[in-house]
T-cell receptor, first 112, second 117 residues
Framework: GENVEQHPSTLSVQEGDSAVIKCTYS??????FPWYKQELGKGPQLIID?????GEKKDQRIAVTLNKTAKHFSLHITETQPEDSAVYFC???????????FGAGTILRVKS | GAVVSQHPSWVICKSGTSVKIECRSL??????MFWYRQFPKQSLMLMAT?????????EQGVEKDKFLINHASLTLSTLTVTSAHPEDSSFYIC?????????????FGPGTRLTVT
């Protein structure tokens, strides 16, 4: 089955700097890669996603890149703000059954 | 659009009792619902997948007799934790998928904090 690894586990940046979180996946048949932001005590919120037929997607300060050959995808947050502080999870959707396999999560702290 | 609610948001129950958690898709029809549990500072672990009108498919290591899942309609799934014990204390999160608004996206509920005393 699919296995997703996520790095780093914690990331501290200064307000205004960029943050990059990286994930690798094992199943080349996976076709959908969402990123979620989770605040304490709440459910995950989708912030951006990318399908396997696209290499890059951007939404304001957030972008995701996908390298299918290397089987890795990354989240880029520019001009970070204190409200970006949260836990971020990457995930990969298995080809069959619509199951999402999550990475271990990254705690992002934006220092003001 | 695409809102998923859970009820209750938190519950405390005594050891040995059962507790039911509801997951509702408020503005779309959920053909598939998923139940996850999340321990503190850990990732989401899929417990089971349920399709409307059929039995849930449980992940390896999840006791189906302990975690009863019912997906009786296109907008409601329930998770019942039977004979709960302190080790069942966790954050339970559901998600839902449908043909619309997106056939790819799972929409997550806000979670239910279960504490078993």
């Amino acid at each position: 089955g699919e296995n997703v690894e996520q790095h780093p586990s914690t990331l501290s940046v200064q307000e205004g700097d960029s943050a990059v979180i990286k994930c690798t996946y094992s199943d080349s048949a996976s076709n959908y890669f969402p990123w979620y932001k989770q605040e304490l005590g709440k459910g995950p919120q989708l912030i951006i996603d990318i399908r396997s037929n696209v290499g890059e997607k951007k939404d304001q300060r957030i972008a995701v890149t996908l390298n299918k050959t290397a089987k890795h995808f990354s989240l880029h947050i520019t001009e970070t703000q204190p409200e970006d502080s949260a836990v971020y999870f990457c995930a990969a959707r298995e080809e069959y059954g619509n199951k999402l396999v999550f990475g271990a999560g990254t705690i992002l702290r934006v220092k003001s | 659009g695409a809102v998923v609610s859970q009820h209750p948001s938190w519950v405390i129950c005594k050891s040995g009792t059962s507790v039911k958690i509801e997951c509702r898709s408020l503005d779309f029809q959920a053909t598939t619902m998923f139940w996850y549990r999340q321990f503190p500072k850990q990732s989401l672990m899929l417990m089971a997948t349920s399709n409307e009108g059929s039995k849930a498919t449980y992940e390896q290591g999840v006791e189906k007799d302990k975690f009863l899942i019912n997906h009786a309609s296109l907008t409601l799934s329930t998770l019942t934790v039977t004979s709960a014990h302190p080790e069942d204390s966790s954050f339970y999160i559901c998600s839902a998928m449908g043909r619309a608004p997106s056939p790819y996206e799972q929409y997550f509920g806000p979670g239910t904090r279960l504490t078993v005393t």
